[in-house]
T-cell receptor, first 114, second 113 residues
Framework: AQSVAQPEDQVNVAEGNPLTVKCTYS??????LFWYVQYPNRGLQFLLK??????LVKGSYGFEAEFNKSQTSFHLKKPSALVSDSALYFC????????????FGSGTRLLVRP | DTAVSQTPKYLVTQMGNDKSIKCEQN?????MYWYKQDSKKFLKIMFS???????INETVPNRFSPKSPDKAHLNLHINSLELGDSAVYFC????????????FGQGTRLTVV
């Protein structure tokens, strides 16, 4: 079965420290990988994506993510966290054999304390 | 202008009622989706339409019926609402190519009492 795993329900980090939100996937073909952020009572906002090329992709608000094919992972990172980064983060994968289905992980709540 | 807009934003209704949620996108995308986000924040795809044609129909009760009058609109009609239908429903759209991200609406919070 095709799936996306976000092993941490919550990640806590102090402001100014680096943060990592983990994502691993199990899908067929060469997938397209995405990160989205959801603020309270809001829709999902696109952060970044990996399609092909350089394994390190940069996105909005200073976030970046590293694609690792051998580990089937796509971890979200930021060198220096802000309190305003506190939100719910979703990893999503579009399988290589399907242009239509976007499979989401269970979400990770990021809490950045001052 | 809002790229993907859903109405209503909040919907409170009694069990057994029939209700509809509307979605419109002004991005010129070919593909539209409905996702359900439950109380634990899990996001699960329900339906996907491409150019008014149903592409994905996940295991969803047939009380849920999507309708796409044109490629800019994808409405969701729910018959005989049940308590378990309470959730946030998100509409999204994307171009046909798989490499492009989907754009999401703000969600419709449905509460069945």
């Amino acid at each position: 079965a095709q799936s996306v795993a976000q092993p941490e329900d919550q990640v806590n980090v102090a402001e100014g420290n680096p943060l990592t939100v983990k994502c691993t996937y199990s899908v067929s073909g060469n997938p397209y990988l995405f990160w989205y952020v959801q603020y309270p009572n809001r829709g999902l906002q696109f952060l970044l994506k990996y399609i092909t090329g350089d394994n390190l992709v940069k996105g909005s608000y200073g976030f970046e993510a590293e694609f690792n094919k051998s580990q089937t992972s796509f971890h979200l990172k930021k060198p220096s966290a802000l309190v305003s980064d506190s939100a719910l983060y979703f990893c999503a994968v579009r399988p290589g054999d399907s242009s239509y289905k976007l499979i989401f992980g269970s979400g990770t709540r990021l809490l950045v304390r001052p | 202008d809002t790229a993907v807009s859903q109405t209503p934003k909040y919907l409170v209704t009694q069990m057994g009622n029939d209700k509809s949620i509307k979605c419109e996108q002004n991005l010129g995308h070919d593909t539209m989706y409905w996702y359900k986000q439950d109380s634990k924040k899990f996001l699960k795809i329900m339906f996907s339409y491409n150019n008014k044609e149903l592409i994905i129909n996940e295991t969803v009760p047939n009380r849920f019926s999507p309708k796409s009058p044109d490629k800019a609109h994808l409405n969701l009609h729910i018959n005989s609402l049940e308590l378990g239908d309470s959730a946030v429903y998100f509409c999204a759209s994307s171009p046909r190519t798989g490499s492009t991200e989907a754009f999401f609406g703000q969600g419709t919070r449905l509460t069945v009492v």
